[in-house]
Each structure stands twice: as structure tokens, then as C-alpha cells.
């Protein structure tokens, strides 16, 4: 290990840096909220909190929304019925 470096042609900033497609933002979330997903990369031993934190947004996004599957429930519900009622003599 040298005594002394020379960082006069160092540059600030990410080490790696992210593509494109990412976006740098500030964003306040609950303590234990973090803590969970930082626990989870912990036990894999692998992976990044905020991929994760990430992965559960869109997975979020991409579910039906409660009122299409309530929607969707009633309208099964409503067939059910339909058929016993025509079915009566």
C-alpha cells in the first residue's frame, strides 16, 4: 500500500453507472418497511434492498385492481344465480 495516492484526476459520481432506463429520485419509506427488504437480501446473501423494493412495485402495478376482481367476482356470483333461476320449472 502506497503512503500517499494522487486523486487530483478522480472523479465524483457512481462507480458503476446505471443505464438509461433507471432513474435517481429521493423517496422517504418507513423504517421497518426498508429494514424488511434489507433483511431479505441479507438471508439470500445476495441481490440489492431496492431491486427488490423495485420488483414488489411492479408486481403491484401489474396485479387487477380490487375492483376488477370484485367485479370479476360478481359476475361470476351473478351467472351462478342466473342459471339456478332458469333452471327452475
Do not use: C, W
Not at 484526476?9 to 423517496?27: D, N
Not at 434492498?49 to 351473478?78: C, F, M, W
Amino acid at each position: 500500500m502506497k503512503r500517499e495516492y494522487d486523486l487530483s484526476k478522480g472523479k465524483r459520481g457512481a462507480v458503476v453507472a446505471s443505464g438509461p432506463e433507471k432513474v435517481r429520485i429521493t423517496i422517504r419509506l418507513d423504517r421497518d418497511i426498508v429494514d424488511k427488504f434489507r433483511e431479505q437480501v441479507r438471508r439470500a446473501h445476495r441481490g440489492n434492498y431496492q431491486t427488490l423494493i423495485n420488483d414488489a412495485l411492479r408486481e403491484h402495478l401489474h396485479r387487477p385492481s380490487l375492483a376488477q376482481e370484485v367485479g370479476k367476482e360478481l359476475r361470476s356470483v351473478l351467472r351462478e344465480e342466473l342459471h339456478r333461476v332458469k333452471a327452475r320449472p
